[in-house]
């Protein structure tokens, strides 16, 4: 099985030299570049497939953010995560580097260890999506006739299952799952488990998220809780409403990207999803329940 390859970008030759060196032992394939517009040719050749883009933001020629904007507007690429390194590290500058579509921010110097972890989630949120997008596909035909349903699930295995079912039901799938997947984790993680946003971060970066979750549905206080996603098909929507029994959560604070958050690995789940998967997402009291609507206009 071939490595997946990484596209690196960055006009400054010590700059490559240092990512790669960085990214020594991972398990991918590098392909460096100093000058943006020879990386974008080697982009959008016919036979190239890069699982993740690493971009500095302030080149010559074609800058970071020129070279992110293309990217977005070509659906060939779009679902590429981009991780824009860069000394520009303003409130500002972050919101224009998220809002046009880099999932990852790391402002330069950075430790080896920020680049590895964030490039190994990455990596991983592209893979699961990947996978999530071709098995919603399969159902799709099936999951039209559905009008009304209700499931329950516990952990992120019954999520990873479900995912494909509910994402079938909707007009694009492959659109509709990443929200699906995010509103769902949440709600077991954050809503019924209790890990807080910082708890999360320090496990991304540490590698234990997966152990702790599988720890903390076992505890006593928590085995017993579920969640649950009704599915109602409307004439000219589909709504979900996912429910979990923890809390509640100040929501408010991540329905839009937040520069603050820019260098977490976590925290931009809600926001994408209100963005890219949903026509309307609108938490109700507390912040347990989430109702996301499809268009089937």
């Not at 893979?127 to 997008?133: A, N, P, W």
């Not at 963005?275 to 109702?291: D, H, I, P, Q, T």
Request: charged fraction near 30%.
């Amino acid at each position: 099985m071939s490595k997946e390859r990484v596209l690196v970008v960055d006009d400054e030759q010590l700059n490559l030299y240092i990512i790669e060196e960085f990214l020594a032992q991972e398990d991918i394939e590098l392909e460096l570049h100093s000058d943006p517009l020879a990386a974008w040719d080697s982009l959008k050749a016919a036979d190239s497939v890069f699982s993740l883009v690493v971009l500095d933001r302030m080149m010559p020629s074609l800058d970071g953010m020129e070279f992110l904007r293309r990217m977005k507007r070509e659906s060939r690429f779009a679902e590429i995560p981009v991780i824009m390194q860069t000394a520009a590290s303003s409130p500002d500058q972050v919101r224009e580097g998220l809002a046009a579509g880099a999932y990852y921010y790391l402002t330069k110097p950075y430790e080896p260890e920020a680049l590895i972890s964030i490039v190994r989630v990455a990596m991983d949120d592209r893979r699961g999506r990947s996978q999530l997008r071709s098995r919603a596909a399969r159902l799709e035909e099936a999951q039209r006739l559905v009008r009304n349903v209700e499931y329950r699930f516990v952990t992120l295995d019954d999520v990873n299952c479900l995912i494909p079912v509910l994402a079938a039901m909707c007009p694009v799938p492959e659109v509709a799952a990443p929200g699906l997947s995010d509103l769902m984790v949440n709600a077991v993680e954050h809503g019924n488990l209790g890990v807080s946003y910082r708890e999360k971060t320090l496990l991304k970066w540490e590698g234990d998220w997966e152990a702790e979750i599988g720890r903390r549905l076992r505890l006593p206080q928590f085995r017993d809780r579920y969640g649950t996603v009704r599915v109602e098909r409307l004439p000219e929507s589909i709504r979900f409403t996912i429910v979990d029994q923890g809390e509640g959560f100040d929501w408010r604070q991540y329905l839009e990207f937040d520069p603050d958050r820019a260098f977490d690995p976590n925290g931009r789940g809600i926001a994408m999803a209100r963005m890219m998967s949903f026509a309307s997402l609108e938490y109700l009291g507390r912040g347990n329940a989430v109702v996301a609507t499809v268009s089937l206009r």
